[in-house]
């Protein structure tokens, strides 16, 4: 299994992560081998202590199968998982699919979040309508679902938020005419204690917080550059807010260190 895209780490030190695996599966395709994704369960030391296939977590679901069946190629990269959230049951006795220990997940090939029973190893809720190539699906305080939705065909992107119980979309941030905003790959929303969402604007470089009426407060380019003419933007995959009380001693360490190291070695 190679791991790659998300994992999270819980209390009790297992690290849940997206896996994939590249083989022969007659019944998706006969002829080429095609590329599953797994969340799998490492223990603390990086021993598997399990693992279930989306394609099989799809197959087992009689609601949400035909969803997948039709928007696979059946070749090459199955969903290209993107997201991985374990759920904490803060909404299952509103959306009992939603309970603690399931898994949201994100498949941007497809268009389609879904929740993953681990148990059942099976799809129990999934969607995929209203959003296009879309990253970092999660569930707020507020019970309402938050994600970042790439919008590749329309080079604009958003970061929405639904309802999940109906998956009504209550609020939307698509920047303005004069200041639209877009990330064809990558991309991340935060929202923050006060109510401001913080937004990463991955391919170009670029996170701003906004309020809830979309007004910015505050935004950051990353200076690094590459080419003749600085056009190439170095990525930022994910910019987050810590907490004020996060321990950063380990900081001035790694810093100090760094400064000892040639710049060109700081790869």
């Known amino acids: 299994n190679v791991a790659h895209h998300d994992l999270q780490v819980m209390p009790s030190g297992d690290i849940y992560v997206i896996t994939s695996t590249v083989e022969m599966i007659p019944r998706i395709n006969a002829k080429q081998p095609v590329r599953d994704d797994q969340v799998t369960i490492l223990d603390a030391e990086g021993n598997i202590k399990g693992s279930v296939s989306l394609l099989e977590a799809f197959e087992r679901s009689e609601t949400y199968r035909g969803l997948w069946e039709a928007r696979t190629a059946r070749a090459g990269e199955l969903f290209h998982t993107n997201t991985l959230h374990v759920l904490d049951g803060s909404i299952e006795d509103d959306i009992p699919p939603f309970k603690k220990g399931n898994v949201l997940v994100s498949s941007l090939i497809t268009d389609i979040i879904a929740v993953i029973d681990l148990e059942r190893r099976e799809v129990v809720w999934a969607w995929g309508e209203g959003f296009h190539a879309q990253h970092d699906p999660q569930i707020l305080p507020n019970g309402n679902l938050l994600l970042f939705d790439n919008h590749d065909d329309s080079e604009r992107s958003s970061v929405e938020e639904y ?11 698509r920047g303005s005419e004069s200041e639209p905003f877009y990330s064809r790959t990558c991309g991340t929303a935060q929202r923050l204690p006060g109510g401001n969402t913080l937004v990463t604007e991955s ?51 790694a810093c100090s260190r760094l400064r000892g190291v040639p710049t060109e070695s700081r790869q």
């Open 203 to 253: 391919d170009n470089g670029r996170a701003f917080e906004i309020t809830p009426r979309g007004e910015i407060v505050w935004e950051f380019y990353n200076p690094a550059r590459a080419g003749d003419r600085n056009e190439f933007i170095a990525t930022i995959s994910e910019m987050i807010r810590v907490p004020l009380d996060l321990p950063v001693h380990w900081a001035s360490g």
């Open 163 to 173: 309802d999940p119980r109906t998956m009504e979309l209550v609020w939307s941030y």
